[in-house]
């Protein structure tokens, strides 16, 4: 089945610098790739997607970039905030079978 | 709208006792999902459902049934709880077919003891 590997685990950051999350996939039929944040004790809520037709895509200060061809995709959040601090998790599905990454916890220090 | 919905928040099971975690959406969507979260780890699919009468498994499902019973409902049932089944459950639901997404319910923390 499909493995996702997501890197770093913990990643600090001082407010207003940038912050960037890998994340690997194994089977090349993957056509979905999310992006969930979670704070503590709450539900994962998705904050930008990318479909396997489309490379890169922005939402404001959060932008995600999809290589197919090297298996990986990655989170980029600009001018980082204290409340961006959360546990990201990326995800690959292929139709409904959703597998997610480890998580990344991330630190923004004001 | 109440979106996703879960039943009950917490529960602690002996090992061997059984029970059923409910799920509801309101949104009218044709996907849904159960997942475990252990602590340090991501979510990991049990089962999903693609749409109503339709059921299939995921990365982990030993130990789980699961019953679409219309298409707001899903429920996950543990025949024999053991301890390894110590999680937190969340229910999801999406538009359909896996490219769209997932409204995560608040979760349940079920513990085996």
């Known amino acids: 089945g499909e493995n996702v590997e997501q890197h770093p685990s913990t990643l600090s950051v001082q407010e207003g610098d940038s912050a960037v999350i890998k994340c690997t996939y194994s089977?090349?039929?993957?056509?979905?790739f999310p992006w969930y944040k979670q704070e503590l004790g709450k539900r994962p809520q998705l904050i930008i997607d990318i479909r396997s037709n489309v490379g890169e895509k922005k939402d404001q200060r959060i932008a995600v970039t999809l290589n197919k061809t090297a298996k990986h995709f990655s989170l980029h959040i600009t001018e980082t905030q204290p409340e961006d601090s959360a546990v990201y998790f990326c995800a690959a599905s292929i139709w409904n079978d959703m597998r997610f990454g480890a998580g990344t916890r991330l630190t923004v220090k004001p | 709208n109440a979106g996703v919905t879960q039943t009950p928040k917490f529960q602690v099971l002996k090992t061997g006792q059984s029970m059923t975690l409910q799920c509801a959406q309101d949104m009218n969507h044709n996907s849904m999902y159960w997942y475990r979260q252990d602590p340090g780890m991501g979510l990991r699919l049990i089962y999903y459902s693609a749409s109503e009468g339709t059921t299939d498994k995921g990365e982990v499902p030993n130990g789980y049934n699961v019953s679409r019973l219309n298409k707001r409902e899903f429920s996950l049932r543990l025949e024999s709880a053991a301890p390894s089944q110590t999680s937190v459950y969340f229910c999801?639901?999406?538009?359909?077919?896996?490219?769209?997404?997932?409204?995560f319910g608040p979760g349940t923390r079920l513990t085996v003891t």
């Open positions: 089977d090349s039929a993957s056509n979905y």
């Open positions: 999801a639901s999406s538009t359909g077919q896996g490219l769209y997404e997932q409204y």
